[in-house]
T-cell receptor, first 120, second 115 residues
Framework: DTAVSQTPKYLVTQMGNDKSIKCEQN?????MYWYKQDSKKFLKIMFS???????INETVPNRFSPKSPDKAHLNLHINSLELGDSAVYFC???????????????????FGPGTRLTVL | DQQVKQNSPSLSVQEGRISILNCDYT??????FLWYKKYPAEGPTFLIS?????DKNEDGRFTVFLNKSAKHLSLHIVPSQPGDSAVYFC??????????????FGKGTHLIIQP
């Protein structure tokens, strides 16, 4: 059973195109995330969604837009792709948000297999 | 600005010996730390975590130590096995007063277990 799945696994496209990456989790988690692993291998948070509400939006260009049709899905849409968008994108989910205020209450995040995006 | 640093890009350890992976952080607001293991072409897999209210957490062959005053944590694997060969990411997060937190990751350490 796949807990967090992403499609496609590989995506090769031309500059200027619009593309989407899909993410689904069957864990019943409340929160989902998108991370980008850049060329220097750093994993950086892009977005998170909790009950269809955008919680985090780091300094990500507005060409990137997360869309969550339901709690189990968080898709990433990218418009006008640029060369610098080439990276591996990881989806993740966690059971609940860190809302209790208690140190150590943050829940573990479970990651998908990643989508390698190559922009030519 | 790297808030989580793993200064060793790679580490080679003989099978059966102890592997020690190190991680330093700069953000004093971090209060929860995690280690992830990643094989090629796969997503990171959660390994072990520790809250800032503890200084040690053990799970089988894996132990994480936290030194808050030094802003340092380490992952000990003993005994090391060939299947432990992977990239290990240190990650941290801070309670933000509500809402979901992203994780801040280090750059990873490639652990190679030699037979």
């Amino acid at each position: 059973d796949t807990a967090v799945s992403q499609t496609p696994k590989y995506l090769v496209t031309q500059m200027g195109n619009d593309k989407s990456i899909k993410c689904e989790q069957n864990l019943g988690h409340d929160t989902m995330y998108w991370y980008k692993q850049d060329s220097k291998k750093f994993l950086k948070i892009m977005f998170s969604y909790n009950n269809k509400e955008l919680i985090i939006n780091e300094t990500v260009p507005n060409r990137f837009s997360p869309k969550s049709p339901d709690k189990a899905h968080l898709n990433l849409h990218i418009n006008s792709l640029e060369l610098g968008d080439s990276a591996v994108y990881f989806c993740a989910s966690s059971p609940e948000s860190s809302s209790t205020g208690t140190s150590g209450s943050t829940d573990t995040q479970y990651f998908g297999p990643g989508t390698r995006l190559t922009v030519l | 600005d790297q808030q989580v640093k793993q200064n060793s890009p790679s580490l080679s350890v003989q099978e059966g010996r102890i592997s020690i992976l190190n991680c330093d952080y700069t953000n004093s607001m971090f209060d929860y730390f995690l280690w992830y293991k990643k094989y090629p072409a796969e997503g990171p897999t959660f390994l072990i975590s520790i809250s800032s209210i503890k200084d040690k957490n053990e799970d089988g062959r894996f132990t994480v130590f936290l030194n808050k005053s030094a802003k340092h944590l380490s992952l000990h694997i003993v005994p090391s096995q060939p299947g432990d060969s992977a990239v290990y990411f240190c990650a941290a997060t801070a309670y933000s007063g509500g809402g979901a937190d992203g994780l801040t990751f280090g750059k990873g350490t490639h652990l190679i277990i030699q037979p």
